[in-house]
T-cell receptor, first 113, second 111 residues
């Protein structure tokens, strides 16, 4: 089955700095790559996603890049703000699956004012 | 995006009891999912449900679990005889083509 690794497990940045979280996966058949943000006591919130026919996607301060050859994709947050503090999960869709998102273990991002 | 509501927000039960967790979508969708998250751990897929049938399930989703959409609206997850290790947050999600949106979750505590 799909093996998903996420790094780092914790990340602390100063407000205004950039943050990058990397996710590696093992299933070359995976073709959908989302990132979720989870705040304390809430459900995961989809913040950005990318499909395998695209190398990069950007939405304001958030971007995702995909390297299918190396089987990794990354979340980039620029101009971080305290409200970006949360746990971020990558969750690639298992190859051949219609709905089985395989979540990484999460990255706890802390943005210090 | 459209939301789902989940009830109850917190369920406390005794080991061996049956629990039913409910998910109510705002819009009429065909694809639904259940995930669970043990405290401090990653989110784990349980089951996907399409057009009133299970389309995929994980190893976690054993005979203790069942899902149904009894009235075409509520989407339920039933755990027949709860165990201590079933204590977790349970999230309902909806979506298509992989894109999934999660509900606020139900916290299940098994004593």
């Amino acid at each position: 089955g799909e093996n998903v690794e996420q790094h780092p497990s914790t990340l602390s940045v100063q407000e205004g700095d950039s943050a990058v979280i990397k996710c590696t996966y093992s299933d070359s058949a995976s073709n959908y790559f989302p990132w979720y943000k989870q705040e304390l006591g809430k459900g995961p919130q989809l913040i950005i996603d990318i499909r395998s026919n695209v190398g990069e996607k950007k939405d304001q301060r958030i971007a995702v890049t995909l390297n299918k050859t190396a089987k990794h994709f990354s979340l980039h947050i620029t101009e971080t703000q305290p409200e970006d503090s949360a746990v971020y999960f990558c969750a690639p869709l298992g190859g051949g699956s219609q709905g089985n998102l395989i979540f990484g273990k999460g990255t706890k991002l802390s943005v210090k004012p | 995006e459209p939301e789902v509501t989940q009830t109850p927000s917190h369920q406390v039960t005794q080991m061996g009891q049956e629990v039913i967790l409910r998910c109510v979508p705002i819009s009429n969708h065909l694809y639904f999912y259940w995930y669970r998250q043990i405290l401090g751990q990653k989110v784990e897929f349980l089951v996907s449900f399409y057009n009133n049938e299970i389309s995929e399930k994980s190893e976690i989703f054993d005979d203790q679990f069942s899902v149904e959409r009894p009235d075409g609206s509520n989407f339920t997850l039933k755990i027949r005889s709860t165990k201590l290790e079933d204590s977790a947050m349970y999230f309902c999600a909806w979506g298509t083509s992989g894109t999934q949106y999660f509900g606020p979750g139900t916290r299940l505590t098994v004593l």
